[in-house]
């Protein structure tokens, strides 16, 4: 399957810091990824739509100003947690589209274990 | 928007049993439906996936059955070995239009035991 690689796969940040995540799509072109926040032992929830070369598109409820999305190349979405508060501690994964087969297939990152302190 | 639902939340089955996992959804445009597999930390997997035309796909143990007209899917996996417990979540989406977004299931977390 395809590759899709997450980083940092954890990091630890005091309140009031920003932290950056990056996802890149290794050995396919991704016009669009997805981020996604999961709790322990929950679902994912899909926080917003990363497309290339144009504006997120957030889910209900997700603050865009707080959760900065930049997808400026075909295999690399960034998403950055501004002014983290412990409340944002969580699992964040990304997700980059392939299409197979007229299937829009997500294949997903590791991960991204963020504490704030 | 879609809604998924996801029975049961938690599953325990002997090792050589069968698994059955159970998925509704609400939305009748939904045409493309994978299932994920997560183990403890890592990222979830694509273990198999349908679309709507046709009603059952099979992959070795695993096999996923779809019921349009009620708008529910199930994943089927045969002789299950300690190595399938994981937690497992159901999606649903549409292959165009809706932005391909996935909306996934509450998961279920399955315990295959020696």
């Known amino acids: 399957g395809a590759v899709v690689s997450q980083h940092p796969s954890w990091v630890i940040c005091k309140s009031g810091t920003s932290v950056k995540i990056e996802c890149r799509s290794l050995?396919?072109?991704?016009?669009?990824m997805f981020w996604y926040r999961q709790f322990p032992k929950q679902s994912l929830m899909l926080m917003a739509t990363?497309?290339?070369?144009?504006?997120?598109?957030?889910e209900q409820g997700v603050e865009k100003d707080k959760f900065l999305i930049n997808h400026a190349s075909l295999t690399l979405s960034t998403l950055t947690v501004t002014s983290a508060h412990p409340e944002d501690s969580s699992f964040y994964i990304c997700?980059?589209?392939?299409?197979?087969?007229?299937?829009?297939?997500?294949?997903f990152g590791a991960g991204t274990r963020l504490s704030v302190l | 928007g879609e809604n998924v639902e996801q029975h049961p939340s938690t599953l325990s089955v002997q090792e050589g049993d069968s698994a059955v996992i159970k998925c509704t959804y609400s939305?009748?445009?939904?045409?493309?439906f994978p299932w994920y597999k997560q183990e403890l930390g890592k990222r979830p997997q694509l273990i198999i996936d349908?679309?709507?035309?046709?009603g059952e796909k099979k992959d070795q143990r695993i096999a996923v059955t779809l019921n349009k007209t009620a708008k529910h899917f199930s994943l089927h996996i045969t002789e299950t070995q300690p190595e399938d417990s994981a937690v497992y979540f159901c999606?649903?989406?549409?292959?165009?239009?809706?932005?391909?977004?996935?909306?996934f299931g509450t998961g279920t977390q399955l315990k295959v035991e020696l």
């Open positions: 997700s980059a589209r392939m299409t197979v087969l007229a299937k829009n297939i997500q294949y």
């Open positions: 050995d396919f072109q991704a016009t669009t």
């Open positions: 990363s497309n290339e070369g144009s504006k997120a598109t957030y």
């Open positions: 939305d009748s445009a939904s045409n493309y």
């Open positions: 349908i679309r709507s035309n046709v």
């Open positions: 999606a649903a989406s549409k292959v165009t239009g809706g932005g391909n977004k996935l909306t």
